[in-house]
Structure formats: C-alpha cells, structure tokens
C-alpha cells in the first residue's frame, strides 16, 4: 500500500504563492490517483483537486481552479520509485488558511469524484497552510 507524507506547509502573507508535496511511496507496478484536501477552522474538510497518473488527467474544485495547480514528478511504474506529488496555491487568501492534506486511491479518469474524501484511502499527516493579511 502507498505511503503519503506532506511537507512544505508555511506561513505567507496574502497575494503569495506556496508549493506543497506529497511524497508518496511503497507501491509498485501500479498507477494510482493522490487527491488534495483542506481543513478550514471550524469548517468540514473539502475536496480542492486530484491528479491521477497514467494520463488520468487532473481535475480542479472550481473554488481552486485557476490558483491551484496539481503536478506529479516521478515513474509510479519503478518498483519502490518515490513519487512527488505538488499542489502549486496562487494568490493566497486568508481563506486558504487549512490544514492540507493528501490521500490516495485506485487509478481511474480524473473527474468530479475525486472531490469527495470517501473515495480516497490512505491519507498523510497534513501540513499547515496559514495565510496572513
């Protein structure tokens, strides 16, 4: 099974840019989807985006689409190859102030299901994302 760990979560101010990843490893000989969610204070965990490899495509929340971009560097094919995943986060607002998280799931087309957070197992650790005005 695949292991997920995020990293890269920081404090910035409005209007500014972060990349966070997802290192991913443990499968092997296989494609799979990762999935990025967020946790804002006080509110339910929602899905933003998914990138699913093998040409799965990618597949934005229309919340995020345009600011947010998923990307993926590595070979999901090389037995114990470590794969990162990245979600670029443009023009940040307090309102992207969360909690981040990854998870992933079976391979399939990228498409609106991959906003639901039923569809996805296992998941990181997260990583903070605060945003200053």
């Known amino acids: 099974q695949v292991q997920l760990m995020e990293s890269g979560g920081d404090s910035v101010q409005a209007g500014g840019s972060l990349e966070i990843s997802c290192a991913a490893s443990g499968n092997s000989f296989r494609v799979y989807c990762v999935g990025w969610f967020r946790r804002r204070p006080g509110k339910e965990r929602e899905g933003l985006a998914c990138l699913c490899t093998g040409g799965g495509g990618t597949f934005y929340a229309d919340a995020v689409k345009g600011r947010f971009i998923a990307s993926h560097a590595g070979d999901t094919s090389e037995p114990g190859a470590l794969n990162t995943f990245k979600l670029q986060l443009n023009n940040l607002t307090s309102e992207d102030t969360a909690q981040y998280y990854c998870?992933?799931?079976?391979?399939?087309?990228?498409?609106?299901?991959?906003?639901?957070?039923?569809?996805?197992?296992?998941w990181g650790q997260g990583t903070q994302v605060t945003v200053s005005a």
């Open positions: 998870a992933a799931t079976d391979p399939r087309y990228a498409g609106s299901w991959c906003l639901r957070p039923g569809e996805f197992d296992p």
